[in-house]
C-alpha cells in the first residue's frame, strides 16, 4: 500500500454496536508488519481487502508471500447530542474525525429491550439526523469564522483566497440549512478548493446499518421506521451495508469450513464485514492492481483514474520518475494462460505509457530506467 495511508472513521451514538463492529473487523486485521505506517494504537485497525483475485494469482506463481491492500478503520469515541458544543468527548471526538478520508456511520437498526438507545427508542433516521447535525454544527463554527477572516483578506486580490472566499459562500449556507457540505453545488476545481477546508461533511459516509439476529430488525419488520429510513437513503443516494455485528464478531473464532453453516444457521447469508471493506474501498474511489511472482503476490491500492507513473509509485518512486514502460494484462487472461511467459506468446501482454489509465484489476510489470 502506497504511503497515502487510508483511513475511515467509524462513528456513532453510544450502544449501537459501534465497538462490536471495530472488533470483528479487527478480526481480519493483517499482519501490521508488512504496513510500516500501522499504528499500535488499540483504537486503529488495519483491514485486509478481500480480493479473490490475489488469491487465484498467488496460487498460480506459487508465490511464498501474499500481501492484500489494506485499509485503517478507526473506532472513534461513542458520539453525543451536543458534541459540537462539546459535550461528552466533543472537540476531541471531532478533532478525530477531521483525521480520515471517510466515515462509517453506524445505525442501530434492531429493537431489545436489554440494550438501552440513548433517545429511549429505536429510531435510525432520528439517529443519523443526530450524527449528521452534530457534524453540520461543528462545520458551520469553522466555516462561518473562516469566511468572515477571507471576506477581509480577499480584498487583497490573492487568487487562492478569492477562491476560497468564493466556495465558503457556496458551503455556508448549506450548512446553515443544516444540510452537509457535500450537497454544495461545487464544480471540481471548488471542491479541489473545499479539500483545504478540512470539513467534516465533505468526506464520504457509508451507513452501517447493523441487525441483531434473534430479536425484532427493522428492515424485516418493513413498518414506518425502516421506510423512512429507505426512503432518506434513497433520496439521498447514499451508500450503505446492512451487517450483523455481533454474528461476525463471534463468527471471529469459528474456523473458516465452518462459517457459512453458522452462517446459514443465524439467517445471516453474506460476509457484513467484507461487504463493508468492499464498500469503503469502493466509498474512497479506490481501486487495486497487483503483481505477482514466485517471491510474492500484491495488491496495491491506488485511487482511481491514476495513470500507469501514479500506480508504479505506489511501489516505489523510481517507477514513477524514470518510468519507461509499462507490461500489463488483466488478472483473468493471466491466470488463463496460466504464466507470464506464456501470455507473452500469446501477444496478451500490452506495453501501455505514461498516458495509460490502469485498471482495476490490471497486473502490471514496470519497465524503469
Not at 481480519?28 to 500501522?38: C, E, Q, R, S
Request: hydrophobic fraction near 40%; proline fraction near 3%.
Amino acid at each position: 500500500m502506497s504511503s497515502s495511508k487510508l483511513a475511515i472513521g467509524i462513528v456513532g451514538l453510544p450502544n449501537v454496536g459501534k465497538s462490536t463492529l471495530f472488533n470483528a473487523l479487527t478480526r481480519k486485521g493483517v499482519l501490521i508488519a508488512n504496513y510500516p505506517f500501522a499504528t499500535i494504537d488499540p483504537s486503529v485497525g488495519v483491514v485486509a481487502v478481500p480480493d479473490h483475485r490475489l488469491e487465484a494469482l498467488s496460487k498460480m506463481s506459487k508465490s511464498q508471500k501474499t500481501i492484500p491492500a489494506a485499509v485503517e478503520f478507526v473506532d472513534i469515541a461513542g458520539l453525543v447530542k451536543g458534541a459540537s458544543e462539546g459535550e461528552g468527548l466533543g472537540n476531541q471526538f471531532l478533532s478525530h474525525i477531521r483525521e480520515v478520508d471517510a466515515i462509517a456511520e453506524v445505525v442501530r437498526i434492531f429493537d431489545d429491550e436489554d440494550i438501552h438507545h440513548v433517545a429511549g427508542s429505536v429510531d435510525p433516521r432520528y439517529d443519523i439526523e443526530v450524527i449528521d447535525l452534530e457534524l453540520v454544527q461543528a462545520d458551520l463554527e469553522s466555516a462561518a469564522k473562516r469566511l468572515e477572516r477571507v471576506e477581509r483578506d480577499a480584498k487583497g486580490g490573492d487568487k487562492d483566497i478569492i477562491a476560497e472566499r468564493d466556495v465558503l459562500r457556496k458551503v455556508v449556507p448549506v450548512l446553515q440549512a443544516g444540510k452537509p457540505a457535500r450537497s454544495a453545488m461545487l464544480d471540481a476545481k471548488e471542491k479541489e478548493s473545499a479539500k483545504a477546508l478540512n470539513l467534516l461533511t465533505m468526506k464520504p459516509v457509508l451507513y452501517v446499518l447493523n441487525r441483531k439476529s434473534g430479536v425484532v430488525n427493522i428492515d424485516a419488520e418493513g413498518g414506518p421506521r425502516w421506510r423512512e429510513l429507505k426512503d432518506f437513503l434513497d433520496s439521498s443516494k447514499a451508500q450503505y451495508v446492512v451487517v450483523d455485528a455481533g454474528v461476525e464478531n463471534e463468527l471471529g473464532d469459528v474456523h473458516t469450513d465452518e462459517k457459512a453453516d453458522f452462517r446459514r444457521e443465524l439467517g445471516v447469508s453474506e460476509d457484513g464485514v467484507n461487504a463493508l471493506i468492499k464498500a469503503g474501498y469502493a466509498l474512497l474511489d479506490l481501486i487495486s492492481f497487483l503483481t505477482t511472482g514466485e517471491k510474492e503476490s500484491r495488491a496495491w491500492t491506488i485511487r482511481r483514474g491514476s495513470t500507469a507513473p501514479e500506480a508504479g509509485a505506489a511501489i516505489h518512486t523510481d517507477f514513477r520518475d524514470k518510468f519507461i514502460r509499462a507490461d500489463v494484462i488483466q488478472w483473468d487472461k493471466l491466470l488463463e494462460t496460466g504464466s507470464w511467459a506464456s501470455a507473452r506468446e500469446r501477444g496478451w501482454v500490452r506495453s501501455e505509457g505514461k498516458e495509460y489509465a490502469v485498471e482495476d484489476g490490471d497486473v502490471i510489470e514496470f519497465k524503469h530506467g
